[in-house]
């Protein structure tokens, strides 16, 4: 499985079918500004998926991605310019946040706190975005946690 980045000439023809419009996922548009919102709630769902979890701990989720990273980094198409403990933790977060999303819309579970599921405009920009091609982790690390 190799996770690519849109050629140029093909993604200037149509921005908006290549860029995510609220979330970024994995490293290719981490840490892009106009993404940046949805960080702490990304963060938020990861601490919550976790806790939700039989072993409650953090260790053992930063363990499980750490085994995982030289894989993990071997399937993006361009050199990841984050270091190993960067990307760890972007990838975690990263599926942590969609596994824990899926779950809250799946059961339509919401808590005070949830800003995300409330809004049934954004849901539907997230969902979007995690489907575009260079907005991906390997499937296998969703498996895995």
């Known amino acids: 499985m190799c996770i690519y980045r849109v ?12 860029t995510p419009e609220i ?12 993404l940046l919102k949805m960080e702490d709630h990304k ?3 990861c601490k919550q998926f976790i806790e939700r979890s039989e072993t409650n701990k953090l ?3 930063v ?4 085994e995982l990273e030289p894989k993990i980094r071997g399937c993006y198409s361009d050199d990841i310019k984050l270091s190993k403990e960067e990307h760890v933790m972007v990838i975690l977060v990263d599926c942590c946040f969609i ?14 706190d949830d ?3 409330l809004p049934t405009r954004l849901r539907v920009y997230i969902r979007y975005d995690l ?13 895995k946690l």
């Open 7 to 18: 050629p140029h000439n093909i993604h200037k023809l149509k921005e908006d079918a290549y």
């Open 23 to 34: 979330v970024s996922i994995g490293p290719f548009h981490h840490g892009d500004e106009k």
């Open 43 to 45: 963060r938020l769902y």
């Open 59 to 61: 260790e053992s989720f």
């Open 63 to 66: 363990n499980c991605v750490q």
């Open 99 to 112: 596994l824990e999303f899926l779950l809250r819309y799946h059961f339509m579970l919401t808590r005070g």
């Open 115 to 117: 800003a995300i599921l």
């Open 131 to 143: 489907l575009l091609l260079e907005n991906q982790v390997p499937f296998f690390v969703l498996d």
